[in-house]
């Protein structure tokens, strides 16, 4: 079960849970069940929080700050890719200029489907 305890030392969402995934092919990779965790540099959702994607439902299981330089391939994979180099090169191809800085904290949205 979730912990909420924690949830009161996160700081405010920056942003809505209907903005955490919008990409089409980031969409299609959840859909596949290929992506099922999304970094993002705000806080765009709360644990327990319901996204929908397509008519589908998936509930965000944990929210948690990390650096970039802590990026593992095991994390590339639940972003849908199979390196933190290839999850890199995406990154940047979609922030053109955006710099990679191993000190840099994302905040990492982990979420599964939600039993209906």
């Given at each position: 079960m979730t912990n909420n305890e924690g949830?009161?030392?996160?700081?405010?969402?920056?942003?809505e849970i209907d903005r955490l995934v919008t990409m089409e092919?980031?969409?299609n990779k959840v859909l596949e069940g290929k992506k099922t965790a999304t970094r993002r540099n705000g806080r765009y959702a709360d644990v327990g929080e319901i996204m929908e994607l397509n008519g589908k439902k998936f509930v965000v299981d944990n929210v948690y700050s990390q650096s970039l330089g802590e990026l593992t391939d095991e994390d590339a994979r639940r972003e849908?890719?199979?390196?933190?180099?290839?999850?890199?090169?995406?990154?940047?191809?979609?922030?053109?200029?955006?710099?990679?800085?191993?000190?840099?904290?994302?905040w990492v949205h982990e979420f599964s489907p939600a039993n209906e």
């Open positions: 949830q009161n030392t996160l700081p405010p969402k920056t942003c092919d980031d969409v849908g890719f199979e390196t933190v180099e290839e999850y890199k090169q995406s990154i940047l191809s979609y922030h053109p200029g955006i710099p990679w800085l191993p000190q840099m904290r994302v």
